[in-house]
């Protein structure tokens, strides 16, 4: 028979100022979330054409979805460069928003880019501009 034996002893390590000690309720590990962007129809805006709805999900680290994380900020990009509001019909609504691109034969061939940004989770989608 193996006895073991321990004496309690209180630690003389003190916490250091400004750096978090754990609390025991709360979990450790930092969750990761990621995010992807769909789009309604082809990845496709026709000049003159109806709106699209895009919709951002969350996921967590097991692929899962997160429904209660935060929607963030969508912007957008043409070609790298922000759009002019006035390019744009924008109706939000929740983790969706219904854009309808307003702009003229010009922007043909060109690249939207359609991102959304909530904390750490960035994801974005290209859409080509194309002739009615």
Same mark, same amino acid.
């Given at each position: 028979?193996?006895?073991?034996?321990?004496?309690?002893? &209180? !630690?003389?390590?003190?916490?250091?100022? @400004?750096?978090?000690?754990?609390d025991e309720d709360q979990p450790t590990s930092s +969750?990761?979330?990621? !995010?992807? =962007?769909?789009? +309604? @129809?082809?990845? #496709?805006?026709?000049? /003159? /054409? !109806?709106?699209?709805?895009?919709?951002?999900?969350?996921?967590?680290?097991?692929?899962?979805?997160? &429904? %209660?994380?935060?929607? /963030?900020?969508?912007? *957008? *990009?043409i070609d790298g460069d922000p759009v002019d509001t &006035?390019?744009?019909? $924008?109706?939000? %609504?929740?983790?969706?928003?219904?854009?309808?691109?307003? @702009? %003229?034969? +010009?922007?043909?061939?060109? =690249? $939207?880019?359609?991102?959304?940004? !909530?904390?750490?989770?960035?994801? +974005? $989608? #290209?859409?080509?501009?194309?002739?009615?």
């Amino acid at each position: 028979m193996v006895a073991w034996w321990a004496d309690w002893k &209180e !630690s003389e390590v003190e916490p250091v100022p @400004g750096i978090p000690v754990p609390d025991e309720d709360q979990p450790t590990s930092s +969750s990761t979330v990621t !995010s992807t =962007i769909t789009c +309604s @129809g082809k990845p #496709q805006f026709k000049i /003159g /054409g !109806s709106a699209k709805t895009f919709t951002v999900t969350y996921y967590n680290e097991d692929n899962e979805v997160v &429904e %209660d994380y935060p929607v /963030g900020d969508w912007t *957008f *990009f043409i070609d790298g460069d922000p759009v002019d509001t &006035e390019l744009l019909t $924008l109706i939000p %609504d929740g983790n969706k928003v219904k854009v309808k691109f307003l @702009g %003229d034969d +010009s922007y043909i061939g060109k =690249i $939207l880019t359609v991102t959304n940004t !909530s904390k750490d989770a960035v994801a +974005s $989608l #290209q859409i080509e501009i194309i002739a009615l």
